[in-house]
C-alpha cells in the first residue's frame, strides 16, 4: 500500500526515519529534521537504510555527523520530503496527494513500489531492460489493467476509484 508521511512540527531520529520510510512525504513549512543520534553517544542505524536512501549518502554523511536539525525547505532540497506547505495548506495537500493516491490501481500501485525497490541503483543491462518488458506485458493480462484501460477509453473512472 502507498505510505504518506504528513509532518509537522519535529521529526527527529526515528521520526525522520519514518518521514524516510514513507512514499511520499509532505511536510509543514514550518517543521524540523535530525538524526541528532550522535549526540547522545548514539547513531541512526536502525533508520539509516530508509534515511539514506531518501536523502544519498553524501548527504546522509553530514546530517548523521552533526546531529544539526534542518528545515522543511532543506529537507525537501535533499529529498526528504516531495513537498512543503504553509502550515495552514499542510491538510489540503495532503489531501490533494490522498485523492491522487486513490485514483491508481491497487495492484499496479502494489507492482509499483516492487519495481522500484528492483530497479533502483541498478545499471541499465539487458537483463533489466527484458525485466521490465515482461512487467508490463504480465501487468497488461491482468484484468485490473483491462479495467483501467476500458475505463480510458470510455472515459469514466475505473472501478477502484472512490464515488464522490
Not at 547513531?43 to 546530517?63: D, L, S, W
Not at 489531501?95 to 490501481?105: D, M, P, R
Amino acid at each position: 500500500k502507498p505510505t504518506i508521511a504528513r509532518v509537522q512540527g519535529a521529526a527527529i531520529g526515528g521520526g525522520m526515519g519514518l518521514v524516510a520510510a514513507c512514499d511520499i512525504a509532505i511536510g509543514a513549512s514550518n517543521a524540523v529534521f535530525a538524526t541528532s543520534e550522535v549526540r547522545l553517544g548514539l547513531i541512526p542505524a536502525t533508520i539509516a537504510p530508509y534515511v539514506v536512501r531518501a536523502i544519498g549518502e553524501r548527504q546522509a554523511r553530514r546530517y548523521f555527523q552533526t546531529g544539526e536539525r534542518m528545515d522543511a525547505a532543506t529537507a525537501e532540497k535533499i529529498g526528504l520530503l516531495h513537498e512543503s506547505a504553509a502550515p495552514e495548506e499542510l491538510d489540503g495537500r495532503v489531501q490533494a496527494v490522498i485523492e491522487a493516491v486513490l485514483s491508481g490501481a491497487p495492484q499496479a500501485q502494489a507492482a509499483a513500489k516492487e519495481l522500484v525497490r528492483d530497479v533502483a541503483g541498478r545499471s541499465m543491462t539487458a537483463d533489466l531492460i527484458e525485466d521490465t518488458a515482461q512487467r508490463i506485458a504480465s501487468r497488461r493480462a491482468t484484468p485490473e489493467a483491462a479495467e483501467g484501460l476500458s475505463a480510458f477509453l470510455e472515459k469514466r473512472p475505473a472501478a477502484w476509484v472512490p464515488q464522490k
